[in-house]
DNA sequence: CTATATATATCAGCGACCGGCATATGTTGT
DNA sequence: ACAACATATGCCGGTCGCTGATATATATAG
């Protein structure tokens, strides 16, 4: 019920799910991929954030699993979650335009088109 | 000295600076002109946020003025802030990037190019 | 003379994130 | 044999930005 904007680790976490089920580690290690080594999760945030995004209904446990002997939790992006994520993404696009579009204006702005004294 | 990601509401308060100084109540309504009324920036977050915000150096007091006996203080984007908003529009635009081209995949895979089965 | 718009400011509380710690198994290096 | 590291999950205290409420003050509209 919770209207807030998604804070980034989160909307890293939907993004990383978009794209097929994973399990958490392997979450750390999408996100890391995603952000371009930007963005390195710590499980604190992870942990806490999977079971309230599952609270939530973003998304859900697929399934676990227990590969070469370690456990593991599969969790996959819910249909809500998918609104979510699809609304968020839309929302944030508007403003980093909007962004992009006053920085650039600054940007000429700055450079003076005839003759840039001082 | 704080890298963490910018949240919503910082992130619109630089991008309404980006343009040209405003006083405080100004960026209220910038805000909700660039979000399409989609975020009311309450009093708490503005004034807190904008005495944070030039403690970080991102946006400085450009001017304190009376206008129809109302006291306004300007506030103009620093260079710091010009910059640590290239740069999160920058990684946002990614992200979003990322994130649209996974929703848009997993849309394609639901509809199955050939004949959709249950 | 009340309500609304303009304008700034403070504060308690909340919730997400951070960093550290704990636990356990498998692999690689020395 | 032992250390170091990668894989994997989980908890918890602290921090910090945001929320919502409250306060103050002037100008304008009804």
Do not use: C, F, W
Request: proline share 3%; net charge positive; charged share 30%.
């Amino acid at each position: 019920m919770n209207e807030r904007p998604l804070q980034e680790p989160t909307l890293l976490l939907l993004t990383a799910l978009a794209d097929e089920p994973r399990h958490g580690y392997g979450l750390i290690q999408e996100i890391d991929a995603i952000s371009q080594g930007r963005v390195r999760m710590r499980t604190g945030t992870l942990y806490g954030a999977l079971d309230r995004l599952v609270q939530q209904g973003l998304i859900r446990v697929e399934r676990e699993e227990v590969v070469d002997g370690r456990a593991r939790k599969v969790y996959a992006l819910a249909e809500a979650g998918q609104d979510v994520l699809a609304a968020e993404t839309e929302r944030l696009r508007a403003v980093v335009a909007e962004a992009e579009r006053r920085l650039a204006a600054r940007r000429a702005h700055a450079i003076r088109p005839k003759g840039a004294l001082a």
